[in-house]
């Protein structure tokens, strides 16, 4: 499985970086204040029978154009390919506008959360009873951009095309090839041909056999990974990265790797098939790695230009300045995404050091040192599940009996406890040299150990992202280090995107090295449940992880700050994604 | 020329108003370099930049005593000690409070650090680095320069050839190439990084700071070696050795003054351009580390980025205007 892009938030502060899946589960109203957010988000409902055209919007008006910014370190995508599709930024755009899906999100205004709803398919799936077969039937009258219709055929190909792992890896790599049956052996149509029997179509009607119960194929549907793609030539990767061909609202008109996408109407495009995307906006301009003071100075300005911008990363610093200059256009959002320390499983063994740990973790400090605003943008955190994610329980106590804070005197008990003395036990991490908030972050963790009675040995990592020393079993430094650590973001709300990845022996992101017969067990067990008894599951999987191994030390939950100008009609927030909802966003003229 | 006429009535008349009051002044042949270090003891310019230059160099020789005077350090606190966590500038002091006595120069946003220790401990990076780098820059130009200029034929070619070479390679690119190379290379031992990445930085400047020092020597040697009194040193027998130390590099030590003076702010103004790119000196302060974080504040916090600005401005102008005054003081056809 190869990692995808860092969710940028994470990047600029640098403690952490994210593996950059899909975000979910969050949510919020956007007029929220900081001073009182609140991390509640409305669970994704399922409306199985939404039908196009997509409800109306009062107000909405046509034409304009509207330009989202991302300002460094976000990058944007570097291929368009819809199958290697897998960080927040990417799939915001690309599900949201131009690749359809099976299924796909919509917003709800009333709830503001987001619903589970039909896209290329006529409804969510047919599973069997035990979950190890889906059957979707594709709607006949979805068209290309250039007008040929799309068929089931296509839908299979570019099922079969996401479990190319080698030269397309992306969410298909891991999701398809573990769940589709026989994909752990297959290579995608390009090596092995196109005949795979766990795929098959019968006239507008597609059956995915599972190799294990999958009861969440509906989720994995609305990835552009699952987006069809047309036989041939003109889909072959990497040049088909560069122009590929639409079915939502939005073409390509132009593309740049890592600058630029430029999306014009498609009329090829009916309103009456998609139940999910309105087509208001003549262009969207998405530009990727601007300068952060130039856009946050242009934002607060609130000229000509700005007015129909969305900046999807305010820097902290300039929070206040936005609230002065736009009032409530400017927000704080959740990012569903979480960061841990993650002390190596074996070099690390007892578990009252990984507690202490915990304990010598100077979260508000940390958080601040690498520019994020302590309860706003960072929120401390219990479990490993974020919250509002079901299952989750925000009363679970990860060390019985103990509220985490930072406190040196309980992390030097929990030293005592294990039989070390204060300023014996060395923990050694790594951090990034090349930016003063990752270095001033280091610092204030160092300060807050050796407080709290360790002895530090930090190590400083200029040659990138600091991902790659903890993901990177190999790397000389990741051998010195007794911690790594990881970030996370679900794909979709559930906790089987969330804990598994995280848990699972061997997995990549795992960088711990996590291993216990009994959480292995559990994590194969849990998908076999009857659905209803899921998410409770995972909860208990969760507070057993926590509270029997202690092995990650969650660093907070991380919430993101956007804003957009005085034009922007409609601003709205898919909690899913993590990502501006540019379904039902309008320019008011 | 006015000035070098005055010198020398001066100094070889007799006093026409008092004959036989004291003992007539010894007429005393003069140095070119006593006349230069006169004629610069006169340039007020001169003198201010020496003093500026001078409190720079106390300041990074008595960095620690100053901090201690102060009852400042570079030691990292709790940053909620001294910062508004949610808006990450402190709480006492500029930018929204008034001066505080405990941080004479604030502190900076976000980490608390105290800005007067970190200026002070930044101004001896930026001078050692700078210094030695020249030094070590001047001593490996003049040699290859020597060599070029007097040997000539295929010790000149080869030398001008890797000058020419060193002068194409753009010193930028070959410094953020290095720094990933570096920290692949050492970053397992985070002591010994700091110090390969402090000694790193003074190897690239001065790797790139001699190729001009070499041109000016070998262009001032292939004229001297034509002068009669090399040529009258050859005929002698006197040893190349000598002749080079003893007969030639005299009468280079005005170019080379000159050359140290100038090269030294530009080499201040490289190291802090370094740090600015994130990839200068590593786990210890310098004024580029404090510029490239301050810039963000400008707005909220200006006293942060200009107090960095204001020393490597101040040294940087001093010692460019010493240089220059050197430079005027050491040329006879100076006008004065």
Known sequence: MKRSKPIAALASGAVLLAMAACGGGGGDDDNSDAGDFQSETPPVVKVPDAEGPAPAIDGSEEGGTITVMHPDPDDGPSSLDPTGMWSVTDNGIMQALVFRSLTTYRYNPETGGMELVPDLATDLGTPNEDFTEWKFTIKDDVKWEDGTPVTAEEVAFGLKRSMDSEQLPGPGAYYSTSFFLGGDKYGGPYKDGDDFPGITVDGQDITIKMSQPFSEMDFWGTFAAITPIKPGKASE???????????????????????????????????????????????????????????????????????????????GTKYQDYTSAVGDRVGVYPQTCSSFLAPDYKKIPEIDVRRAIAFAYDYENVWAAAGYIPGTTREMANSILPPGMLGQDPDMEPIPGETIEFNPDKAKEYLAKAGYEPGEFELRWVYDDTNQESKDAMEQAKRGYEEAGFKTKPFPYSGGSTYDVWTDPENPIHKKLNMQGTAWCQDWPSAATFIPPLFKTGEQYNTGNFSEKSVDDKIKEIPTLPIDEQADA???????????????????????LQAYGESIGNYTYDTVQGYPNLRDVYVVQ | MAGMMQESLAS??????????????????????????????????????????????????????????????????????????????????????????????????????????????????????????????????????????????????????????????????????????????????????????????????????????????????????????????????????????????????????????????????????????????????????????AVPYFEEYPLYLWEPVIGIVLIVVSLNLLGDAIRDALDPKARR
């Not at chain 1, 607060?300 to 007015?307: G, P, Y």
């Not at chain 2, 966590?85 to 002091?93: N, S």
Request: glycine content about 8%; proline content about 7%.
């Open chain 1, 237 to 315: 990767p990497p040049a088909y990265g560069l122009d590929p061909l639409a079915t939502g609202p939005y073409k390509v008109k132009s593309f740049t790797p890592n600058q630029e996408i430029v999306l014009e109407r498609n009329e090829n495009w009916d309103p009456n098939t998609d139940p999910a995307r309105h087509q208001f906006v003549d262009e969207f301009v998405l530009k990727f790695d601007q300068n952060q003071e130039t856009t946050d100075a242009t934002m607060i300005s609130n000229n000509e230009e700005s007015k129909t911008w969305i900046n999807t990363i305010v820097s």
């Open chain 1, 538 to 560: 995972w909860g208990e999987l969760d507070k057993m992880i926590n509270q029997e191994y202690y092995p990650d030390i969650n660093v907070g939950n991380i919430n993101n």
């Open chain 2, 12 to 293: 070889t008349s007799h006093d026409p108003e008092g004959p036989g009051d004291e003992p007539a002044k010894e007429i005393a042949g003069r140095s070119p370099m006593r006349i230069a270090f006169d004629r610069l003891r006169k340039d007020k310019v001169a003198i201010v930049c020496f003093v500026i230059v001078i409190f720079f160099i106390l300041i990074a020789v008595f960095a620690g005593v100053i901090a201690d005077f102060f009852g400042v350090s570079t030691e990292s606190v709790r940053a909620s000690e001294r910062i508004d966590l949610r808006t990450g500038l402190p709480l006492e002091g500029p930018p929204n409070n008034g001066f505080d006595p405990d941080h004479p120069f604030g502190v900076a946003p976000k980490s608390g650090n105290d800005l007067l220790a970190y200026w002070l401990y930044g101004c001896r990076t930026s001078l050692i680095i700078a210094s030695v780098a020249t030094v070590t820059a001047a001593v490996v130009g003049v040699v290859l320069g020597l060599i070029a200029g007097y040997r000539g034929g295929t010790w000149d070619r080869l030398i001008q050839f890797v000058t020419d070479l060193f002068l194409t390679i753009p010193f930028l690119l070959a410094a953020l190439a290095l720094a990933p190379i570096l920290s692949d290379r050492f970053g397992t031992d985070p002591e010994l990084y700091t110090t390969v990445k402090f000694y790193s930085v003074i190897i690239i400047l001065a790797v790139f700071g001699w190729m001009q020092m070499t041109r000016i020597i070998r262009g001032e040697v292939l004229s001297l070696r034509e002068r009669e009194f090399v040529l009258a040193a050859k005929v002698m027998g006197v040893p190349t050795r000598r002749i080079l130390f003893k007969e030639i590099l005299p009468n280079l030590v005005a170019p080379i003054v000159v050359w140290v003076s100038l090269g030294l702010p530009a080499l201040i103004a490289a190291e802090a351009g370094l740090a600015f790119l994130g990839i200068g000196v590593s786990g210890r302060p310098s004024w580029g580390q404090t510029i490239n974080t």
